[in-house]
């Protein structure tokens, strides 16, 4: 079994700046591309960013520019830095991670995910 847990979300105001981390743990052998989503109230789950294994990113344009997002594999974690964040930035922030666990089985997994509320 695998678990994702993320943390750093909260309430801040606009132009400020968040770091969002999600760690994975339990039966991992490798974890390959690593990514965040967000979901605002009312609206489908949208894509943020994704980081392969080998640090190639990719954003969304609503995002490029103000966040980074980041990856350390020895402790299977992804970060999110969000900068100069706007009100339509608040949403619930999920992290997805394509795991090969130790039973060579590849499969996606999602976090429970954190708030991240930006006050205008």
């Known amino acids: 079994q695998v678990q994702l847990v993320e943390s750093g979300g909260g309430l801040v105001q606009a132009g400020g700046s968040l770091r969002l981390s999600c760690a994975a743990s339990?039966?991992?052998?490798?974890?390959?591309?690593l990514g965040w989503y967000r979901q605002a109230p009312g609206k489908q789950r949208v894509f943020v960013a994704t980081i392969t294994r080998n640090g190639i990113t990719n954003y969304a344009d609503s995002v490029k520019g103000r966040f980074t997002i980041s990856r350390d594999n020895a402790k299977n974690t992804v970060y999110l830095q969000m900068n100069s964040l706007k009100p339509e930035d608040t949403a619930l922030y999920y992290c997805?991670?394509?795991?090969?666990?130790?039973?060579?089985?590849?499969?996606?997994?999602w976090g429970q995910g954190t708030q991240v509320t930006v006050s205008s």
């Open positions: 997805n991670a394509d795991v090969v666990t130790t039973t060579l089985t590849r499969r996606t997994y």
């Open positions: 339990g039966s991992i052998f490798s974890t390959n591309d």
